[in-house]
């Protein structure tokens, strides 16, 4: 039975440069077994530490699946430097997953099934079991029947460096979204050397996902779109029955939000990645309250509704 709250060794094996300052970082488990049966959602966040430096929450980026983990990491501070530092064959541990990532159609499913066996839905509340509270806090977990409440349609608004939760749902599109579903991302960075993960772009435009970029201002050398990531939705018209999941920075937020409500996306169809100091994961310490909510425990993904009016959330 893994536990959830023990350091687990792992060993630095590839990295791959970003942008300035940011590297992705492919490590695997040291204990066999661990790595076995280890699993994360998308969306979720591992404490990643290495011993004398601390410790710190970061977002497991690679394929859910693989034996591997991959965080992609900015320096940005004491911690966060000290693994810009490590050579392959590195080492450092993680404890977790930890908290609730974004509500997929899988889960909805899964929602709707138990609500057809008379099993009643839990509330959104941090007292909630995580586990229980991802599958059920989805709208087809209420009274509405599945085919008003569950969207096929995914659209991805992302900022900088919030393509990074999201990346291992992206990898991972045909496990959780059917065929026909429309899968379409709007990114917005400062320039086009900021764009994260530019490689793939190519075999994500393969694998039939709509990939539309803007940056902030004119660059030499680039022709595409020009202005904030709101700029895209009149250009490309998102899906209709889509759900949203935002992530980025948090001035993002507000203009994303207003934009999506003006295309009629209804509250409960927008999901937002909250960035807030998680500093022990359990709910503990408290540092990452959200009005009754903890971040660590009920996030750090969040259906709007559930957190609009609360002040300071957003």
Same mark, same amino acid.
């Given at each position: 039975?893994?536990?959830?709250?023990?350091?687990?060794?792992?060993?630095?094996?590839?990295?791959?440069?970003?942008?300035?300052?940011?590297?992705?970082?492919?490590?695997?488990?040291?204990?066999?077994?661990?790595?076995?049966?280890?699993?994360?959602?998308?969306?979720?966040?591992?404490?990643?530490?290495?011993?004398?430096?601390?410790?710190?929450?970061?977002?497991?980026?690679?394929?859910?699946?693989?034996?591997?983990?991959?965080?992609?990491?900015?320096?940005?501070?004491?911690?966060?430097?000290?693994?810009?530092?490590?050579?392959?064959?590195?080492?450092?541990?993680?404890?977790?997953?930890?908290?609730? $990532?974004?509500?997929?159609?899988?889960?909805?499913?899964?929602?709707?099934?138990?609500?057809?066996?008379?099993?009643?839905?839990?509330?959104?509340?941090?007292?909630?079991?995580?586990?229980?509270?991802? %599958?059920?806090?989805?709208?087809?977990?209420?009274?509405?029947?599945?085919?008003?409440?569950?969207?096929?349609?995914? %659209?991805?608004?992302?900022?900088?460096?919030?393509?990074?939760?999201?990346?291992?749902?992206?990898?991972?599109?045909?496990? @959780?979204?059917?065929?026909?579903?429309?899968?379409?991302?709007?990114?917005?960075?400062?320039?086009?050397?900021?764009?994260?993960?530019?490689?793939?772009?190519?075999?994500?435009?393969?694998?039939?996902?709509?990939?539309?970029?803007?940056?902030?201002?004119?660059?030499?050398?680039?022709? $595409?779109?020009? $202005?904030?990531?709101?700029?895209?939705?009149?250009?490309?018209?998102?899906?209709?029955?889509?759900?949203? @999941?935002?992530? $980025?920075?948090?001035?993002?937020?507000?203009?994303?939000?207003?934009?999506?409500?003006?295309?009629?996306?209804?509250?409960?169809?927008?999901? %937002?990645?909250?960035?807030?100091?998680?500093?022990?994961?359990?709910?503990?310490?408290?540092?990452?309250?959200?009005?009754?909510?903890?971040?660590?425990?009920?996030?750090?993904?969040?259906?709007?509704?559930?957190?609009?009016?609360?002040?300071?959330?957003?």
């Amino acid at each position: 039975m893994l536990n959830n709250y023990q350091p687990q060794p792992i060993k630095l094996i590839k990295i791959t440069p970003q942008a300035t300052g940011i590297k992705l970082f492919r490590f695997e488990f040291l204990d066999r077994d661990f790595g076995k049966n280890f699993k994360f959602s998308p969306g979720q966040f591992i404490q990643l530490s290495i011993p004398g430096f601390g410790e710190g929450p970061f977002a497991p980026c690679g394929d859910s699946n693989e034996k591997y983990i991959e965080f992609c990491v900015r320096n940005a501070g004491r911690l966060t430097e000290k693994i810009h530092s490590l050579k392959v064959g590195g080492k450092a541990a993680i404890r977790g997953p930890y908290g609730n $990532g974004w509500i997929l159609p899988c889960h909805c499913e899964e929602s709707a099934t138990k609500q057809s066996r008379n099993i009643t839905a839990i509330n959104y509340s941090s007292e909630d079991n995580g586990n229980n509270l991802r %599958l059920l806090r989805c709208p087809a977990a209420a009274s509405a029947p599945r085919n008003d409440s569950c969207r096929k349609n995914l %659209l991805i608004i992302v900022g900088g460096l919030g393509f990074v939760p999201l990346r291992s749902l992206i990898l991972g599109k045909e496990k @959780f979204f059917g065929k026909d579903s429309k899968f379409q991302i709007f990114y917005g960075a400062k320039n086009p050397d900021e764009m994260l993960f530019r490689y793939e772009y190519n075999r994500w435009r393969e694998n039939n996902i709509e990939l539309r970029l803007t940056t902030d201002k004119e660059c030499a050398g680039w022709a $595409g779109c020009v $202005g904030l990531v709101t700029t895209l939705f009149d250009k490309f018209p998102p899906a209709e029955n889509s759900r949203a @999941f935002v992530c $980025g920075p948090p001035v993002m937020y507000k203009s994303a939000i207003a934009k999506l409500k003006e295309k009629n996306f209804a509250d409960e169809d927008i999901f %937002l990645s909250l960035e807030r100091r998680m500093h022990c994961a359990v709910g503990v310490c408290q540092h990452c309250a959200v009005g009754p909510y903890y971040t660590c425990k009920d996030g750090p993904v969040f259906r709007y509704d559930k957190i609009k009016d609360i002040e300071g959330a957003i």
